[in-house]
T-cell receptor
Framework: SQKIEQNSEALNIQEGKTATLTCNYTNYSPAYLQWYRQDPGRGPVFLLL?????KEKRKERLKVTFDTTLKQSLFHITASQPADSATYLC????????????FGAGTRLAVHP | KAGVTQTPRYLIKTRGQQVTLSCSPI?????VSWYQQTPGQGLQFLFEYFSETQRNKGNFPGRFSGRQFSNSRSEMNVSTLELGDSALYLC?????????????FGSGTRLTVV
């Protein structure tokens, strides 16, 4: 069955460093992959979308890569700040129908001053 | 522009009761999706509506149902509540096209079943 894996352990980094989060998937060929940020008690907030024919996407301090051979996406936050502390979710579309996303469990990022 | 509005924010219900949750999407968005989020299972897709039609459904029992109105507002209903239905229910809106440019989620309805 389709499976998405994100680091279940929290990622702790120092302010100013680059945070790198991983999303791996199996038994699946998504058309696109999305990254969301979620703060406690709130809904996810869309950050970036990358399509299967794109290798890399950037938005301000954020960068996403998509390797369909490795079945992996990497999400980078450069010059991280304490305000970046949150849970980050990756999500894949389900080719069997419209607008159905399959989410990973998320990785909690803590940026320390 | 106004975001996705979900009401109520919090709800406490007793086992066996039923509940209706509401979602108003971003103006102009015709697709509304519903997700259930729990600590154990994470975010799971419930169903998606576009122009009042259910286009996609997740693996949830028939106790979970939904509908969409002509103004794109959507409701989801859970009948015969069970303790395991306690969760954060999230609604997301989008323009509805395949390969959506991301989804806008509401803040969710926190349902507690006692």
């Amino acid at each position: 069955s389709q499976k998405i894996e994100q680091n279940s352990e929290a990622l702790n980094i120092q302010e100013g460093k680059t945070a790198t989060l991983t999303c791996n998937y199996t038994n699946y060929s998504p058309a696109y992959l999305q990254w969301y940020r979620q703060d406690p008690g709130r809904g996810p907030v869309f950050l970036l979308l990358i399509r299967e024919n794109e290798k890399e996407k950037r938005k301000e301090r954020l960068k996403v890569t998509f390797d369909t051979t490795l079945k992996q996406s990497l999400f980078h936050i450069t010059a991280s700040q304490p305000a970046d502390s949150a849970t980050y979710l990756c999500a894949l579309d389900w080719a069997g129908g419209y607008n159905k996303l399959i989410f990973g469990a998320g990785t909690r990022l803590a940026v320390h001053p | 522009k106004a975001g996705v509005t979900q009401t109520p924010r919090y709800l406490i219900k007793t086992r066996g009761q039923q509940v209706t949750l509401s979602c108003s999407p971003i103006s102009g968005h015709r697709s509304v999706s519903w997700y259930q989020q729990t600590p154990g299972q994470g975010l799971q897709f419930l169903f998606e509506y576009f122009s009042e039609t259910q286009r996609n459904k997740g693996n949830f029992p028939g106790r979970f149902s939904g509908r969409q109105f002509s103004n794109s507002r959507s409701e989801m209903n859970v009948s015969t509540l069970e303790l395991g239905d306690s969760a954060l229910y999230l609604c997301a809106s989008s323009s509805g096209g395949q390969g959506a440019d991301g989804y806008t989620f509401g803040s969710g309805t926190r349902l507690t079943v006692v």
